[in-house]
């Protein structure tokens, strides 16, 4: 049935004017990295659940990588967390990946769980916090040098309380000392990506609350500082996909950090909350890439698609397997817009005409499509069946409970 | 100073028509209920700061409880948390407590922190899971009477975090089949106290996941079954005030869970975010207190006004001590509302005048008065001064780090 | 390549274990009412765009709804607004529908336009304005005689603004005694669908604010009253899907004012911002349409799905076919779901598995059977094209500006 | 009473450390602008309820701010909106105001209610509708240069409903442009405040749709340009007084819109529904106001506090009274925070008593300080009070119904 499938698919696109070859080649190019700590145990405030097979090192967490690799094609490279990801050859690190077909991707410092940042890190009124947070960031360029990534990707849980807690303006003074210390440390071919969250673990302000405060430090520090999109990390009803836009137009787009959330900074699967969101990023990430404007398509060319979530109740592998192919699903939809069509409604003033040559690229079923990518790159048809049918999940198991969590 | 202004005040009060002999008797009554947890360590799914100090036991979370009611007068009974703070003997600690001038307060079950709990405890599809929740249901009944606590205090965490991980209506029947059978098991004078929240830990569906619920759960078990309103177990925007006067009007308003939030479930010290919608609760509490009906003056009687906080980075019994005095000052400031001057305005339509004497109630600094109180009652006057001063702070440090946590 | 696409999607179906026949019969039976007032023209507090060719008398409004009928075969029934669509004859309303192929649907009340219900209307502290509202209630039980219809669709604008302008008990008791009066007037094959909403025009407290409140109202008032879900009137993240579920199994699910939003009360066009919540709703109300108890399958079986939108910037004719083929795909998809497989993988605790059972229903692309449905009724196969290859749409143009506007 | 109460709180101060005559100066200092339109009427999408006795001529409106001024000693100034108001001579009105002891405050161009601009103003795919958009904000500056006024505020509905609709990125540019051109035919002295609005009347994206977007434009277009905060354009969460920091630290926050709201943009009484929130605003702006660096002093004594309502069922000049005394009174509260105590105590780690700091300033009762304020600059002890009492609220009764509404 799926050459069926697919040939009636082709001629469906083709009718519409859609080159299925160069969205095949685009899907084939397609890449995101999943993050060794979503191969541990996570959770919420009220419970984490401790799962038989977990990885117990850094080493186990990129061969369940690697197996989510194998199976889907899409996740040559690997994010770290350090310290969780602490080891005292960073080269054996990176061969052992290498050794796996995988590359060491975003290096994540961690400056959040240790008694000492209770009351902020890089914006901590104590100066020697303040130092010991800026030197963990140096420590990560240097491991970013090791393992040789191109990103290094900032999280800052600081924040305040309370009204008073912290002077406001001081803490933004301190927070650019330190990003300034860290970028200058950057070789030229690093990226520093600047995530924001509007706010826990902090629950009166966050010190880099929105996209606009963190494309303004990067405005400020220099080219190789961008933002980090994390789709969680938003204030309800944000829209999404025009910040994507926006910070594109403006050439700051590093990368997100891949989740979905109903209510808060919920940390579900990609896509399973509301699909159409995340094929309305790629809406506008399709297009940018298709944009007359070299530097603009340059940009899109660079952003660095990564998954961060927190899987409390799901098996940890087919978790990440289904969040790739969430992801993938929703980009393989925007990749059939017809953006001609889109642009024709809309300059007539057709406003439902426009909405509908948008949505009807996200009605599709791109199955057929995505199975022959698969077949033409000789991978599984079905990724999580063949997880399924393969014997590692149950392999893992001898890994026993409690591995390295985060 | 402190006469002067307790004079000017009664003056100003009595021109308004208040009778602040009322209103300090009804100070001199109010009682809130601390948690035994909230004298533990708890936090943020990213990191608990683990304070010198803590309590390690239930006995010593008792002392801690009576300190704050010995500085505070406003703090008789401590609600407990099982199996948090199970011991062998309930009669012991009851009688620890009552050594200490305290009672036990509220039993609150735990269903969420079991590795069975996973996907739900009484709504789990597995009949031994519920069974073994229904069974710790019981168990807690069973506390009550041990240590002579007249409510029992039910959250669930159940819900899914995706579609189809459960049938909404099939638990929604297994919740009903165990809170019948809790209810049954219930002595005549005890009460089932049912809180909802939107969300957190379950983040697609809640199975109480607002007022709605557990009022029509508290109807269908009977007259000994209420709601229980956390106020920071709210969507974005719920006027907490209209689903309080609400409640008192259909009888069912058993009690609060006091905390306050600018996000989602901050779980911040209550008064600290929005002092006004704190007194905005206690304008709809002290006015049923006036109403013509003795059955909704009786509901208020029995309202059980709870602290339910999660304390991260403050110091636990300061925090504590905060809280309380943030609920009095509240409850004391809504005592001053001339309820003549705002129904007059009311019904001639004038929105602003009627707006305007809610409002100006809530404007007075009711420093004085409680100062008067205080004095009347023999408390310290400034009861957090009055800690700091204590050698309570440094005795506690002797009992290390790492205490009882949950 | 429409009966390829057809077969190859039976075959796919079949290999599910679906039975299209079955999937098709209801789809056939389908209706959706829509709305007079979605004909003429509305928009926002800032300006309300006056289209060319809106209906000029309520007669007209009928014409538009028929074409839309006759295209989608899904609009039998219109609902009618008072006294919008105040004729002097409504038998002359009722023949007119009949003649166009239609039925009066819903009769609606309006109690928000009249500068008496400034300050409330059944909730008004005047009991002369009160008289006047209950009045107009009862006099649209008459409309509902002479029209035929079967529901009393009732929404309220009644809340306030302040704290203190109004007695928010008192209110609760003159809502009820409004509501009694107007239930009792009914005949007994009417039903009285009680609508609430978060907030505005009210934007302090609003009388019915929730499904809770407007559910217990209808328990007050008896079986032939249910509650009407608008899917624009929550707070933001309100599960919906789960009222709708939970309002099922009390079988008071009385019908729906579908639309969809991102922020407030949007009142866009419905499955156009978030399509898998409209989605899911349906996945709820397909699973209980299957429920072994037959009073619940009667529950389903009366539910009234009606269109309340605000069309600003659209055209309206196109807005409402799209608004229903929206709303006629989702159900669709929703029919394609195996519960089966849903409940045996839910009963396994295979989270990710039932996710992905319900989430694959929606993937499919259900354009084939919607066009083999069409076509099998004798319906164009796509009425949007159908109509823009009609003249009426040049036709209606001579009816100028400002035609009948609410 | 008065003068003890007065004494009392004097001395109350004083043993804080609070210098009262600094106090006092600052507020005798402090300006609100009060908008033209707030005096007209306006409301809700469902009903604008038409006022006896509201303003017919941009005259009128004046003179009833003159009486708002004339009682509050607040409000020296008056912003306009055009084309609402509208004079073929612009020096004749301001020389009307000024002989109501008046200035032109902002001029605020009207984009959103033409026909055109229904699919967008300065960002409409269509170039002779730009242009004519374009050549209105050239208007408002012309008009600005004959009225004196220095601020040109800009507030945009720009935006699209649905997905495609417009093309983000090119809208983006569009709006540059205009903006451009429009600060290059500004004289020297005046300034362009360029004001974000998350959601509404735009329900899918909003050009300019918060702070970050703003600020951006105001950076790429020069030293006149900033950012106006309207308090009521946020989504639910945001931590207004956090981007007021912000805004002050990048020397870049023009204004502010002062309303409040529970929900949307609810446009309520400023200060009415979350009074600590206004509270927590003035106090970033007091602590920035003793800066030490110069530039940050200089960007307070500039912002401009203007009052933006919309009030539906409120008398429309003591709707103005009440705003600008809640306005008052909290900046009253904001100049009582030790900001020495607040900053000890943050210092050594003391979140709870750096709260305690910030917020026991805003538990005082200022009415003793605000009627001295006033007694000291010949005012009216209590405006509203003396505004019941005066005869203008009956004498423009004669004006009627239906005056200019906008």
């Avoid at 690697?66 to 080891?87: E, K, M």
């Avoid at 071919?189 to 629950?203: Q, S, V």
């Avoid at 660079?302 to 592998?317: C, L, R, V, Y």
């Avoid at 599984?380 to 985060?406: C, H, V």
Wanted: charged share 25%; aromatic share 10%; proline share 4%.
């Amino acid at each position: 049935m799926s050459d069926k499938a697919y040939m009636l698919f082709e001629e469906e696109q083709k009718q519409r004017g859609i080159d299925l070859e160069h969205v095949k080649a685009k899907l084939k190019q397609f890449k995101i990295e999943t993050p060794s700590w979503g191969y541990g145990d996570s959770g919420t405030r009220f419970k984490v659940f401790q799962k038989v097979g977990v990885p117990r090192t850094p080493f186990e967490k990129l061969e369940d990588a690697a197996v989510v690799h194998r199976l889907t094609g899409l996740c040559p490279s690997v994010a770290i967390h350090i310290p969780w990801d602490h080891v005292d050859d960073y080269g054996k690190l990176k061969s052992h990946a290498e050794s796996l077909g995988l590359s060491i991707g975003a290096v994540n410092p961690n400056l959040f769980q240790d008694d000492d940042y209770m009351l902020g890190s890089v914006t901590n009124s104590d100066p020697s916090i303040r130092r010991k947070a800026t030197d963990h960031l140096l420590e990560c360029v240097d491991i970013a040098k090791e393992t040789g990534s191109r990103d290094l990707s900032l999280w800052f849980a600081d924040g305040t309380n309370y009204p008073g807690q912290g002077d406001i303006r001081q803490r933004k003074h301190w927070m650019l000392e330190a990003l300034t210390e860290m970028y200058r440390a950057m070789t030229a071919d690093m990226r520093m990506l600047i995530e924001y969250k509007a706010f826990e673990p902090a629950f009166y302000h966050t010190d880099i609350a929105d996209w606009g405060m963190a494309y303004n430090y990067a405005q400020k520090l220099g080219p190789q500082a961008e933002v980090l999109v994390d789709t969680g990390h938003h204030l309800p009803g944000a829209n999404i996909e025009h910040i994507v836009a926006y910070l594109i137009d403006e050439k700051r787009l590093g990368g997100f950090h891949f989740n979905s959330y109903k209510y808060a900074d919920d940390d579900l699967i990609v896509g399973s909350m509301n699909p159409y969101e995340l094929f309305l990023i790629f809406y506008q990430i399709v297009l940018a890439a298709n944009d007359a404007d070299e530097s603009i398509r340059d940009t899109v060319e660079k952003i660095a698609f990564m998954i961060d979530q927190s899987h409390n109740i799901e098996q940890k592998i087919p978790a990440m397997i289904r969040s790739v192919l969430n992801v993938q699903t929703q980009y393989a939809k925007a990749l059939l817009i017809n953006h001609e069509e889109v642009a024709e409604a809309a300059e007539r003033g057709d406003v439902l005409g426009a909405e509908d040559a948008v949505r009807r690229a996200f009605e599709f079923d791109v199955t057929p499509l995505l199975h022959a990518v698969r077949e033409e790159k000789g991978l599984p048809i079905d990724p999580m069946k063949a997880y399924q049918a393969s014997n590692y999940a149950t392999e893992i198991l001898a890994r026993g409970k409690g591995g390295a969590s985060w």
